[in-house]
Nanobody
Framework: QVQLVESGGGLVQAGGSLRLSCAASGRTFDYNAMGWFRQAPGQEREFVAAYTWSGGHTYYGDSVRGRFTISRDNAKNTVILQMNSLKAEDTAVYYC??????????????????WGQGTQVTVSS
């Protein structure tokens, strides 16, 4: 059984940076992609970024492209989300996710079978 554990959330001022980490343990080889979603109060879950094991391809949501970077630490089986130029509208609970099959539905939450417990990111304006 695979478990995802997020860390690195917190409070930061607008324009600042935060780094989120997601450590995967267990049968991680069953999964072909990991990524992040976020959910702000009263809003639907939003795709943030994804990283595919095959080829190391990266994908980003429109609202974070150019500001956020997703990467993988192979040695630690960890996916990292570097968030720069943070805005108040980035405030949300951020969830680490994993998918067995990665395809054209990657922007949808139903495409990911595993979810972490979430970590709060708060950006003050």
């Amino acid at each position: 059984q695979v478990q995802l554990v997020e860390s690195g959330g917190g409070l930061v001022q607008a324009g600042g940076s935060l780094r989120l980490s997601c450590a995967a343990s267990g049968r991680t080889f069953d999964y072909n992609a990991m990524g992040w979603f976020r959910q702000a109060p009263g809003q639907e879950r939003e795709f943030v970024a994804a990283y595919t094991w095959s080829g190391g391809h990266t994908y980003y949501g429109d609202s974070v492209r150019g500001r956020f970077t997703i990467s993988r630490d192979n040695a630690k089986n960890t996916v990292i989300l570097q968030m720069n130029s943070l805005k108040a509208e980035d405030t949300a609970v951020y969830y680490c996710v994993a998918a067995r099959d990665f395809g054209p539905t990657y922007r949808h939450s139903f495409a990911y079978e595993l979810w972490g417990q979430g970590t709060q990111v708060t950006v003050s304006s």
